[in-house]
């Protein structure tokens, strides 16, 4: 429906609805509209002019859109001018503007209704909207703050970009290109870009004003000092800048951010060095001292950010999966965000090779916005390394942790000290034991370096440890580390590493764009199954790189540089030849004497087939495979077990007198150990002096005792991994690692059948495959009080 009403024309001025503008109107044009809009009590149209120039404006001269407002105040003035306050309401386009004989001009008005379409994209743009003119009404003086207030009670999206729209300032041709624009997402995204336009500019205006302000302060001032020192430099003897060495090493250290204890010490050499002959060997000796103490970061500080969101998206952009150690990375920035300084923690990532411990410590780095050091202490030997040399040694230097913060220039960097179980001790010293002090965050205020010969505070640096294996960190060290476990990768996980992040990178690495090589789903599950056999990706991402190659020498022998390649099982094969493991290494049938275990590696879990013979001999019992002291005693427990048992299972009291019995664990050149594989070992046992067979579909681990009780194990998460890996449908473990069962991943729990177990009964009743009708225990089970007693009676009676 279309209306008439009085037109405004505004120079340079677009009013926008839902805001108040006050007017002061000159041009008799102007002034017949607003007093017919007075008298006949209606709305009167702002519309602005094409050009500001034209005084008479027509309809040409008028832009199509503009907004339809209320008189609040009309104001007359001495001069013939008129003052007058007008409310915007809402936005309206001209149909057609009409001239009446009185000099007033109208047009033919359509309202334009606002459409709002709700949803998430429209609630971003809000939010984006408030915190970006919050962000520039604080730095700009002109936006009165009790504008920003008010904001915050508008809850509709067009009156709150129509209130900010009034507030930028902006050109009236930009403004009228944003009233103009009738979506709502596409007018808001228009103000966003140009409130980030109009902050850049700001903030380069300061930082020119700053500039010229303070040369203009200082010319003046260091005009009329440089006169006057030139001279005394003349008569001196000095360079053109008035400063010999150890003068600008002087201007340097009493420049220096640091503490007062600090710069007398440093004062205090600069002294004994001007007092020294040059071509002394202390002089070096000195020199390289105060070198050192100006170089650190004493007070320096890198910003840290502290946006929640921003650092988990960094950490998921960077690492697939990694739940644990990403809440507690988030779990810390949400403290500090809270605290100006918080002590600690000290993080201890443990885990295999290969699954992005030492990678996630930069992308923590990169959330935080700090800087990175890192420093591998596999091998370290030395306490030295850690606290430095003293000084009366000849080329003593200040040790790892010192020269990796001056590397890194600030006080406050992620630090990474790779691989702590793989240091070592001698007569030189431990250097774990000098990490004591690093690594509490109660003592390493005060961390003092030899060299340095003076306490310098590391509270500030956020330190994370890794390890592969927890046993090998001393335990006082292990103590003052909040432990954090980063399990195998899952196959699933690895297909999606693989895919979005492993392959483009080599793809970028190795020359070829986003699309040139396609692999699908099969594809990257053959390079896992049967080309790598590791817990990470390292490999994984060798044998990806492996193909790029293959795949670049191809094209250029064929002079096909932009082929497309699309790979699947059979092209991966093709590429990389002849696949390296086997996938699935369950046994295809049930067997006598042969039982899968489950073992733990420091690479991942893996499959442990265990084998045992007997032969008519003297009962001897031979162990090999080699085995571990660990593990020799289990397979003896395990036997003990068995002969207890014996006349429950049917087997003579004194069988084991006529046999030999072999246990052999196959891939005898790896060194294996502990008490996880007893139940395994006990199982294998019985089932070759039963003469019946194991089901090849199910592995077991647990730790077994003389009366059969089935102790918890470690390593639980990576050892089902390995048997749902092998291609495990059913798997025995303790009752005691029930509680273990939340740390493994609900898909490898879904794809198994985990049966809990306290006794070795149940274990040979799951395991051993029984025929039709038969039973596997021939008599009532005995109380586990009366075991060891009946033990004995049988070893007395065998003995007689």
């Known amino acids: 429906m279309t209306y008439l009403y009085p037109v405004m024309p505004l120079r340079d001025i677009v009013v926008f609805p839902h805001t108040m503008a006050p007017l002061v109107v000159g041009r008799k044009k102007s002034i017949v509209s607003l007093e017919h809009a007075r008298e006949k009590r209606v709305e009167i149209l702002l519309v602005a002019q094409k050009n500001a120039g034209v005084d008479d404006p027509g309809g040409d001269d008028l832009y199509t859109v503009g907004s339809l407002a209320t008189l609040r105040q009309l104001l007359r003035l001495p001069d013939g001018t008129i003052k007058a306050l007008v409310e915007g309401k809402t936005r309206a386009k001209v149909l057609r503007y009409l001239q009446s004989d ?61 209130i900010i729209c009034a507030h930028l300032p902006l050109k009236a041709e930009e403004k009228q290109q944003i009233i103009e624009c009738l979506p709502l997402i596409e007018r808001m995204d228009m103000v966003l870009t140009a409130i980030h336009r109009e902050s850049e500019l700001a903030t380069l205006e300061r930082d020119i004003n700053t500039r010229v302000k303070a040369k203009m302060n200082k010319h003046q001032r260091d005009y009329y000092l440089n006169e006057k020192l030139r001279e005394i430099h003349k008569e001196m003897g000095q360079n053109e800048d008035g400063l010999d060495e150890l003068g600008e090493l002087e201007a340097t250290i009493k420049a220096k951010e640091m503490p007062e204890a600090a710069r007398d010490k440093a004062l205090k050499e600069l002294k004994k060095l001007r007092n020294m002959p040059a071509m002394s060997a202390e002089t070096t000796v000195v020199r390289n001292y105060i070198d050192c103490i100006v170089h650190l970061p004493w007070l320096k500080k890198s910003r840290s950010r502290l946006d929640i969101v921003k650092a988990e998206k960094i950490l998921d952009e960077d690492h697939y999966g990694l739940s644990k150690p990403k809440e507690r990375i988030l779990e810390y920035l949400a403290v ?108 390493n205020t005060t961390f003092n370096d030899h060299y340095l010969d003076m306490d310098y505070d590391l509270s500030g640096v956020f330190f994370i440890t890794t390890a592969n294996t927890l046993p090998n960190i001393p335990p006082p060290l292990r103590d003052r580390m909040e432990v954090i476990q980063l399990n195998s990768y899952t196959e699933e996980e690895k297909l999606r590493i693989a895919a979005d992040y492993l392959l483009p990178k080599q793809l970028r690495e190795n020359g070829f764009k986003k699309d040139d090589i396609t692999l699908d789903d099969s594809a990257f599950l053959s390079i896992i199954r049967r080309y790598t056999k590791e817990a990470g990706v390292r490999g994984l991402e060798r044998a990806i790189a492996s193909l790029c190659r293959k795949i670049a020498r191809d094209r250029l022998k064929k002079k096909e540089r932009k082929k497309k390649y699309r790979l699947d099982a059979e092209g991966v094969k093709k590429s990389l030849g002849t696949p390296k493991y086997r996938y699935g290494r369950a046994e295809e049938q049930d067997e006598i004497g042969l039982t899968t275990g489950l073992a733990w590696t420091e690479v991942g879990g893996e499959l442990l087939q265990i084998e045992v013979t007997v032969m008519p001999g003297s009962g001897k019992m031979t162990i090999t495979g080699k085995l571990g002291d660990v593990m ?15 006349g429950r299972l049917g087997l003579e009291p004194d069988f084991y ?18 008490p996880s594989a007893g139940i395994t070992i006990a199982t294998t046992i019985a089932s070759v002096l039963l003469k019946l067979p194991v089901r090849h579909e199910l592995a077991m681990t ?8 089935v102790l918890p194990i470690g390593g639980l998460t990576e050892k089902l991994l390995a048997a749902k890996r092998g291609n495990i449908t059913h798997v025995l473990i303790p009752k005691d690692n029930e509680r273990n069962l939340a740390d493994v991943p609900e898909k490898i729990r879904e794809k198994l059948n985990v049966t809990l177990v306290e006794h ?3 274990v040979l009743e799951a395991a051993i495959v029984l025929k039709e009708g038969e039973t596997l225990f021939k008599t009532p089970d005995v109380s586990p009080h009366l075991l060891p007693a009946l033990t004995t009676d049988i070893e007395q009676n065998a003995a007689h």
């Open 702 to 709: 647990g730790e077994i005792t003389l009366r059969g009780r």
């Open 102 to 162: 009185d000099n007033l001009l109208l047009a033919e008005v359509e309202r334009i209704e606002e459409v709002v379409e709700d949803g998430n994209d429209l609630l971003a743009h809000d939010r984006e909207l408030r915190r970006r003119f919050a962000e520039f009404a604080e730095n700009n003086k002109k936006i009165p703050k009790e504008v920003v207030t008010n904001l915050a009670q508008v809850t509709e999206s067009p009156k709150l970009l129509d």
């Open 657 to 674: 007198q006529k046999l030999d019995i072999h246990v052999h664990v196959p891939e005898g050149a790896i060194p294996k150990d502990g």
């Open 632 to 646: 020799q005693e289990s397979a003896q427990a395990a036997l003990t077990y068995v002969r207890s048992r014996a």
């Open 336 to 443: 500090q965000a809270q605290v100006k300084k918080i002590k600690g923690p000290i993080l201890c990532l443990v885990g295999p090779p290969g699954v992005g411990k030492t990678s996630i410590c930069k992308s923590i780095a990169r959330a935080m916005n700090r800087e990175f050091a890192r420093l591998c202490s596999g091998g370290v030997r030395d306490e030295a390394e850690i606290r430095g040399h003293r000084r009366t040694y000849i080329g003593a230097l200040p040790g790892k942790i010192i020269q990796a913060m001056q590397k890194v220039g600030v006080s406050n960097p992620v630090f990474c000290l790779d691989e702590v179980d793989k240091m070592s001790m001698d007569f030189r010293g431990d250097p774990s034991a000098a990490l004591l002090e690093v690594l509490d965050p109660e003592q």
């Open 760 to 762: 070795m009964d149940e």
